[in-house]
């Protein structure tokens, strides 16, 4: 667990540490060259990015070709971070799905009828992108 605020790092890594262990740092830019070169998948979950004047997280290019990068935003389409990683051949994805699914299960908790998720993907993609057609 990396974050800008060390002591929110810590707390969340109590909490994910029930399930095996896990290990915390502060975001540095001496720590994160360290870290990147194991790491497998990075997951962005703070709202750097969805301005273009936010400054990076740290040296995007640290990051090695295979590596998967979610960035839970997803407006922007794609963010500075999922462009550099893209460009560096990562495996990229940004939040979208993550929203029309848990859009989904709420409609299915709410309503007690299955999501018409092809429906609310193609309104999304619209909505957000001005897109017809494609996730």
């Known amino acids: 667990i ?18 095996g262990s896990v290990v915390v740092f502060p975001l540095r830019s001496d720590v994160m060259a360290g870290i990147l070169e194991s790491t497998d998948i990075l997951i962005n979950a703070t ?12 040296d995007y290019s640290l990051l090695s070709p295979g590596v998967v990068v979610v960035d839970v935003i997803y407006s922007p389409a794609e963010t500075q971070l999922l462009a550099v990683a893209k460009s560096r ?21 709410w309503t007690g009828t299955t999501a018409p998720v092809e429906v609310m993907r193609k309104a999304l993609l619209e909505r957000l992108y001005g897109e017809t057609g494609r996730a």
């Not at 800008?4 to 029930?18: I, P």
């Not at 051949?89 to 299915?108: H, R």
Request: aromatic share 10%.
């Open 2 to 19: 990396v974050n800008r605020n060390f002591q929110k790092a810590k707390s969340v890594g109590e909490l994910l540490s029930r399930f």
């Open 47 to 58: 709202s750097v990015g969805m301005s273009e004047e936010d400054p990076p997280l740290f």
């Open 89 to 109: 051949g990562c495996k990229t994805a940004n939040g979208l799905g993550m929203l029309l699914y848990q859009g989904a299960l709420s409609f299915e908790i």
